[in-house]
């Protein structure tokens, strides 16, 4: 069974960071390439970083300089470092896997996580 853990969100003040974390289950990471995903009250879900199976990352141009995509591909694990937050930060973030890299450069993805809920207030 595939599965996607999506961990580390919270509530932190403008300017503040978080460290959002992604365990999949039934499958090896480094076989997968992955993407994190958001989506705030009242918008649409949209693409936030992606990462492909031999590490290259692309980004949205939102967060770009911001947040840092990575793997540990011992662990298992991949995260997403969210640095000089803002209050439009404010979302549901989630983690998605898929097993072709060109897949995942269109956005689309087999596998997603229930989400983990980051808040930045003013």
């Known amino acids: 069974q595939v599965q996607l853990v999506e961990s580390g969100g919270g509530s932190v003040q403008a300017g503040g960071s978080l460290r959002l974390s992604c365990t999949p289950s039934?499958?090896?990471?480094?076989?997968?390439?992955m993407g994190w995903f958001r989506q705030g009250p009242g918008k649409e879900r949209e693409a936030v970083a992606q990462?492909?199976?031999?590490?290259?990352?692309n980004y949205t141009g939102s967060v770009q300089g911001r947040f840092t995509i990575s793997k540990d591909n011992a662990k298992n694990t991949l995260y997403l470092q969210m640095n000089s937050l803002k209050p439009e930060d404010t979302a549901m973030y989630y983690c998605?896997?898929?097993?072709?890299?060109?897949?995942?450069?269109?956005?689309?993805?087999?596998?997603w996580g229930q989400g983990t809920q980051v808040t930045v207030s003013s």
């Open positions: 990462i492909n199976k031999g590490g290259g990352t």
């Open positions: 039934g499958f090896a990471l480094s076989r997968n390439c």
């Open positions: 998605a896997a898929d097993g072709w890299d060109r897949r995942c450069a269109r956005n689309e993805y087999n596998y």
